[in-house]
């Protein structure tokens, strides 16, 4: 049982620039979303997801998309990166959509330049 | 609006010392939750406690506690005899009712503790 995975741990990325940040969880799990993390600004979500096929916005999503085919997967698409991305990325799951503990992933450092 | 205060950004003791972790929340939700996350140096977060808004017991796990007062609003996290592993910035975060769920965490900016030896 592996829990919440992200790929790749770092990555740099040049302006404009598109990449796809891995999240994958093991433990069947309804609910995932994504956070960024940003000095002195605490979490914030960019969006989530209360099952397969269903996916919607967070506080912060522009600049960001999502899908969810599979329970197990839910990967964040930068479209056109810009340096306002450069942040620490988070995915979560939790067993429900509502009241229940959410489990983090490791973590993703991004960096644009 | 929501909103999870955590006034004290470092606090910086010496080990075997007791130290309380403060937390304040603002919430229109009649029904919500409460959690607490630690970060360690090496980045991951990670659960410690969830408490809704229904159940004002205190609770106790080892040298970990917290406790819940609704008439205050608060959330305060007590470390008794503090290790240096217990060394990480704490979360206190407030989940949000978003769309019909409330699996959104509002989160506070943290606490850094720094437990010398």
């Known amino acids: 049982n592996a829990g919440v995975t992200q790929t790749p741990k770092f990555q740099v990325l040049k302006t404009g620039q598109s990449m796809t940040l891995q999240c994958a969880q093991d433990m069947n799990h309804e609910y995932m979303s994504w956070y960024r993390q940003d000095p002195g600004m605490g979490l914030r979500l960019i969006h989530y997801?209360?099952?397969?096929?269903?996916?919607d916005q967070g506080e912060v999503p522009n600049g960001y998309n999502v899908s969810r085919s599979t329970t197990e997967d839910f990967p964040l698409r930068l479209l056109s990166a810009a340096p306002s991305q450069t942040s620490v990325y988070f995915c979560?799951?939790?067993?429900?959509?509502?009241?229940?503990?959410?489990?983090f992933g490791p973590g993703t450092r991004l960096t644009v330049t | 609006a929501q909103k999870v205060t955590q006034a004290q950004t470092e606090i910086s003791v010496v080990e075997k010392e007791d130290v309380t972790l403060d937390c304040v929340y603002e919430?229109?939700?009649?029904?919500?939750?409460l959690f607490w996350y630690k970060q360690p140096p090496s980045g991951e977060l990670v659960f410690l406690i969830r408490r809704n808004s229904f159940d004002e017991q205190n609770e106790i796990s080892g040298r970990y506690s917290w406790n819940f007062q609704k008439s205050t609003s608060s959330f305060n996290f007590t470390i008794t005899a503090s290790q240096v592993v217990d060394s990480a910035v704490y979360f206190c975060a407030l989940s949000e009712t978003w769309r019909g769920a409330t699996n959104k965490l509002i989160f506070g900016t943290g606490t850094l503790l720094a437990v010398q030896p």
């Open positions: 919430t229109r939700d009649t029904t919500y939750y």
């Open positions: 997801s209360v099952g397969a096929g269903i996916t």
């Open positions: 979560a799951s939790s067993l429900r959509r509502s009241g229940y503990e959410q489990y």
